[in-house]
């Protein structure tokens, strides 16, 4: 059964259109994620929440803003999507802020920019 | 500037033989370590971990090394089967909740 689920699979969006990606989750876990993964390059972390305390890199435009309403769903929101931003998002949970715990991924939302 | 570094982008290995899949990182505040497995059009799924107190943790067929003074681990898969063929990402974290990843490292086991 999925436990980190991300819709779409696959979003088309035009160039300059705010276009959101969605993730949720099963698992109860108090941090989700959201990496930038482009071809050939390392999954990047862009931002996450702890419960509802929001942490953004610090090299995250500002053009990627983050939602989370409650402990299972979590948005990721391009205000104006370019060519550049076309790649995999991955979203990922994992149990606690203290410890040592693994991350767990969806199958990410593979986002082209027409 | 990336933290974690993969350096070989692809590997091959006949089955049977072992996987060494190395992973070096700059950043002296890391203290937990993980690989990812990661197949096409799939999120990577986690492998196995070490944290910093130790130098090498085995769980199966995958044994994690870890050599903090050279800022190197390495992962061993012995013996590589076809079905670990996949993209393997080595990722670092200074909390063991914030999670800075490598480029990955394809892996081709020929049967």
């Known amino acids: 059964d999925a436990m980190v689920i991300q819709n779409p699979r696959y979003q088309v969006t035009q160039f300059g259109k705010p276009v959101t990606l969605s993730c949720s989750q099963t698992l109860n876990h108090n941090v989700m994620y959201w990496y930038q993964q482009k071809s050939s390059q390392a999954p990047k972390l862009l931002f996450h929440?702890?419960?509802?305390?929001?942490?953004n890199e610090a090299d995250t435009p500002d053009n990627f803003q983050s939602r989370r309403p409650n402990t299972s769903f979590c948005f990721l929101d391009i205000r104006s999507p370019g060519l550049g931003d076309a790649a995999m998002y991955l979203c990922?949970?994992?149990?606690?802020?203290?410890?040592?715990?693994?991350?767990?991924f969806g199958q990410g939302t593979r986002l082209t920019v027409v | 500037d990336q933290q974690v570094k993969q350096n070989s982008p692809s590997l091959s290995v006949q089955e049977g033989r072992i996987s060494i899949l190395n992973c070096d990182y700059t950043n002296s505040m890391f203290d937990y370590f993980l690989w990812y497995k990661k197949y096409p059009a799939e999120g990577p799924t986690f492998l196995i971990s070490i944290s910093s107190i130790k130098d090498k943790n085995e769980d199966g067929r995958f044994t994690v090394f870890l050599n903090k003074s050279a800022k190197h681990l390495s992962l061993h898969i012995v013996p590589s089967q076809p079905g670990d063929s996949a993209v393997y990402f080595c990722a670092a974290s200074p909390t063991g909740n914030q999670f800075y990843f490598g480029t990955g490292t394809s892996l081709t086991v020929i049967p």
């Open positions: 990922a949970t994992s149990r606690a802020w203290t410890g040592y715990t693994e991350a767990f």
């Open positions: 929440y702890y419960d509802k305390d929001f942490n």
